[in-house]
């Protein structure tokens, strides 16, 4: 069975957007970035909702060809690429870039694909990853709290039916403040 993780970057007060949509309140750094990078680079398949998707594919296609591009930014254009990617919309009819578009039922085929072999997933997109948690089918929770609050927007954690137990794997701290805190469900 292969492992369902789920990440993002947040603000305390929880949120992976602003009202506005505005997700420029992160603090970056290059540390950070790196980290990102490596985490990405150890997933088999990426699985994002519509909305996450229109971000990444507008800016990572071409990523390592923009003026200034880092080491690191051209690595993560490149493995985001060539990695497989599923993106589940009833309105986006085709993708490039390795990816395959689920119109039907999310929750099915992520049921699917973390019942087959390969390594682990990652989940995108807090609409997409709210239902896959109603489902009880995250693994992992990789949080990376920016020290901002953005007051209302997109939450990180949408309703869940009931609580879920949860371990503390890893903490880490970034510069500017960023913290990762790191969950494996029990």
């Given amino acids: 069975m292969r492992k369902l993780i789920y990440g993002m970057n947040l603000s305390v007060d929880g949120y ?6 505005d997700i420029n309140w992160g603090v970056s750094s290059d540390e950070l970035f790196q980290w990102w990078l490596e985490q990405e680079q150890a997933i088999d398949l990426f699985l994002y909702g519509r909305g996450l998707w229109e971000m990444m594919s507008s800016h990572w296609p071409t990523g390592d060809q923009r003026p200034g591009a880092t080491a690191a930014e051209i690595e993560f254009a490149r ?6 990617k599923v993106v589940f919309s009833s309105t986006i009819g085709e993708a490039d870039w390795n990816t395959r ?29 709210g239902a896959a948690m109603r489902a009880g089918l995250v693994d992992e929770y990789e949080i990376v709290t ?6 209302g927007g997109k939450s990180f954690f949408g309703t869940l039916d009931g609580g879920v137990n949860l371990n503390l794997v890893e903490t880490r701290t970034f510069p500017g403040g960023t913290v990762l805190t790191r969950y494996e469900r029990r």
Avoid at 146 to 151: C, F, I, N, S
Wanted: proline share 6%; hydrophobic share 45%.
């Fill in 79 to 84: 493995n985001w690429r060539d990695t497989p």
């Fill in 16 to 21: 992976v957007a602003a009202a506005d949509g």
């Fill in 101 to 129: 578009v689920v119109a039907g039922d999310a929750i099915a085929e992520i049921t699917r694909l973390k019942a087959g072999d390969g390594g682990p997933m990652r989940v995108g997109g807090a609409t997409l990853a």
């Fill in 146 to 151: 920016h020290p901002v609050l953005v007051g």
